[in-house]
């Protein structure tokens, strides 16, 4: 006999609420905040990040109140766009290209599917350090 998973003995009304509980956690809205941001692609540096101007323009869109200005240098100089970034493409939401930074192979799972998601995201946290998420290959 095979195990059951947790997963698989929620009851429907179960994983509704965990749904909409993943989805309404900040870090989620962050993220579909950084998938949609890049859209159908961004440009990219030669070190695969988002360019200064496009960088203040998440930064500002992932907090309102953000003091980032177009003279920044790179997209390193801003901790809040950097650290979401860097989750995004670690959990396999956003791809990067030699030239472009692009929506990545589980951009949907956003939201369609909330437990991929999760799931994604609890693979990358565990396979690299909260701290500093490596990038996701080109």
Same mark, same amino acid.
């Given at each position: 006999? /095979?195990?059951?998973?947790?997963?698989?003995?929620? &009851?429907?009304? %179960?994983?509704?609420?965990?749904?909409?509980?993943?989805? !309404? =956690?900040?870090?989620? *809205?962050?993220? $579909? &905040?950084?998938? %949609?941001?890049?859209?159908?692609?961004?440009?990219? &540096?030669? *070190?695969?990040?988002?360019?200064? !101007?496009?960088?203040? =323009?998440?930064? @500002?869109?992932?907090?309102?109140?953000?003091?980032? &200005? @177009?003279?920044?240098?790179? +997209?390193?100089?801003?901790? %809040?766009?950097?650290?979401?970034?860097?989750? =995004?493409?670690?959990?396999?939401?956003? !791809?990067?290209?030699?030239?472009?930074?692009?929506?990545?192979?589980?951009?949907?799972?956003? %939201?369609?599917?909330?437990? $991929? /998601?999760? !799931?994604?995201? @609890?693979? =990358?946290? $565990?396979?690299?350090? +909260?701290?500093?998420?490596?990038?996701?290959? @080109?």
């Amino acid at each position: 006999m /095979s195990p059951v998973s947790p997963s698989s003995r929620r &009851t429907h009304v %179960e994983r509704v609420e965990l749904a909409q509980q993943v989805a !309404a =956690a900040p870090a989620m *809205a962050r993220l $579909r &905040t950084v998938v %949609e941001f890049v859209g159908s692609g961004r440009p990219a &540096t030669q *070190a695969g990040n988002l360019k200064p !101007a496009d960088g203040v =323009a998440l930064a @500002r869109m992932l907090d309102p109140s953000s003091q980032a &200005t @177009r003279d920044i240098r790179s +997209m390193n100089d801003l901790p %809040e766009v950097v650290h979401a970034f860097g989750w =995004a493409g670690a959990a396999g939401f956003l !791809a990067r290209r030699p030239t472009k930074i692009v929506a990545g192979p589980f951009a949907l799972d956003i %939201e369609t599917t909330l437990d $991929r /998601s999760a !799931a994604r995201l @609890r693979a =990358a946290f $565990r396979s690299r350090s +909260m701290t500093s998420p490596q990038r996701s290959q @080109r």
